[in-house]
């Protein structure tokens, strides 16, 4: 059974910055594409980056692009991602969420992916 575990989260003030880790355990980790997503009260749950299994590319949501990075440490079996310049809207529940299939290309919809992580949340207010 695959385990995922997110932290990192907390309260930071608008323009700062906050990196989320998310330790993956139970199967092989190189195996998986990894996902973020977010939920904010009373929202959808959005699709904020991604990466490949064989870590080759990443895809971003347009509203983080150029602000966030996804990263992946197969040695460590962990994802992170880095959040800079941070604003209000980024306000919300993190998740990590794994992939178990090899695709050709990521997966940007929540119900491709089929381990789940217990979230992490980040409040972003001065």
């Known amino acids: 059974q695959v385990q995922l575990v997110e932290s990192g989260g907390g309260l930071v003030q608008p323009g700062g910055s906050l990196r989320l880790s998310c330790a993956f355990s139970?199967?092989?980790?190189?195996?998986?594409?990894m996902g973020w997503f977010r939920q904010a009260p009373g929202k959808e749950r959005e699709f904020v980056a991604a990466i490949h299994w064989s870590g080759g590319s990443t895809h971003y949501a347009d509203s983080v692009m150029g602000r966030f990075t996804i990263s992946r440490d197969n040695a460590k079996n962990t994802v992170y991602l880095q959040m800079n310049s941070l604003k209000p809207e980024a306000t919300a529940v993190y998740y990590c969420?794994?992939?178990?299939?090899?695709?050709?290309?990521?997966?940007?919809?929540?119900?491709?992916?089929?381990?789940w992580g217990q979230g992490t949340p980040v409040t972003v207010s001065s």
């Open positions: 969420a794994a992939d178990s299939l090899r695709r050709l290309r990521i997966a940007l919809v929540p119900n491709a992916y089929n381990y």
């Open positions: 139970g199967r092989t980790f190189s195996n998986y594409a």
